[in-house]
């Protein structure tokens, strides 16, 4: 009978030895993939708590929490600075091209410019700077955003009125009906109707808005952005488009910013999908 107790304490021990080495080795990989994570500046990372003793869980939540809350300022932040930067170079802009629309116009309509070889030039030099002045008028957005009136929106019933907008496009939507979010009904419309118009130019055909744990994520089956810009998306005046201002994305990162929110790229798409944009709201 001792010699099975000892047997019996020896195999538990080394079961007790075997376990211990394979969780270690689990947590370790965890450390070194949260590691891999900040060094990339993807602070969006959630790693499961299935399996993780109780103290190890409250961890990994705190640092999953600790993760999305970078996010949100690193975003805040370079909203902040693309802000600053967008209002010097308009004001300069306008500056500098409003006199030259001014007095181009003068020209266009004095006597001894209209019709002689003259008015064709000064029309090309007026058109350029109205151009010009519109286009720089639309990045005025970006720093002239109204303040939000926050309520309560129901947001199944808001991705509705959303889909009403773009009939042709296969809506896949799993938001159970008691959720919603504090956000401004006008704001978080202009963010929607950004993500869903980039996904049908890019050729999508079926959309899936998803929500879990305070974070909505909206996939398509549009062309997927090519690895080498992803980067870029949200900075002011970029785009791959060839009539795109740059505007809506950047645009967008603002809006969810000012309601105390997040909007990240997904580092992976959603199963079946080639593009998911993750949508972080305040926790209630």
Same mark, same amino acid.
């Given at each position: ?88 170079? $308009?004001?300069?802009?306008? @500056?500098?091209?409003? %006199? #030259? ?9 004095? +006597? ?102 305070? $974070?909505?994520?909206?996939? @398509?089956?549009?062309? %997927? #952005? ?9 900075? +002011? ?48």
């Amino acid at each position: 009978m001792i010699g099975i107790a000892v047997f019996a304490v020896i195999v538990a021990a080394v079961a007790l030895a075997v376990f211990f080495f394979y969780h270690q080795n689990r947590l370790r990989l965890r450390a070194r993939l949260m590691r891999e994570a900040v060094r990339n500046h993807e602070f969006t990372f959630h790693l499961p708590v299935k399996g993780l003793f109780y103290g190890e869980r409250a961890l990994q939540e705190a640092l999953n929490d600790l993760g999305q809350d970078i996010n949100r300022l690193v975003a805040q932040k370079e909203v902040e600075s693309w802000q600053r930067l967008t209002r010097v170079l $308009t004001h300069e802009i306008m @500056n500098g091209c409003t %006199p #030259i629309q001014s007095v181009s116009q003068a020209y266009l309509e004095h +006597p001894m410019v209209v019709g002689t070889a003259l008015e064709k030039g000064i029309h090309a030099i007026n058109e350029a700077s109205n151009h010009l002045i519109h286009f720089v008028d639309s990045y005025r957005k970006l720093t002239q955003l109204q303040q939000p009136v926050v309520m309560d929106l129901p947001l199944r019933d808001f991705v509705s009125d959303i889909k009403a907008l773009y009939p042709d496009v296969e809506w896949r939507v799993d938001i159970p009906a008691e959720v919603s979010v504090r956000a401004d009904a006008t704001l978080l419309h202009q963010v929607f109707v950004n993500l869903t118009r980039n996904a049908v130019e890019a050729g999508a055909k079926t959309l899936s808005v998803d929500w879990n744990d305070a $974070t909505l994520r909206m996939s @398509n089956d549009g062309l %997927p #952005i090519p690895a080498e810009v992803r980067r870029d998306i949200f900075i +002011p005046f970029y785009t791959t488009k060839p009539t795109g201002t740059g505007v809506g994305l950047a645009l967008s990162r603002q809006i969810m910013t000012l309601l105390g929110g997040s909007l990240s790229l997904a580092d992976k798409a959603k199963g079946g999908y080639h593009v998911t944009f993750v949508l972080g709201f305040e926790r209630r």
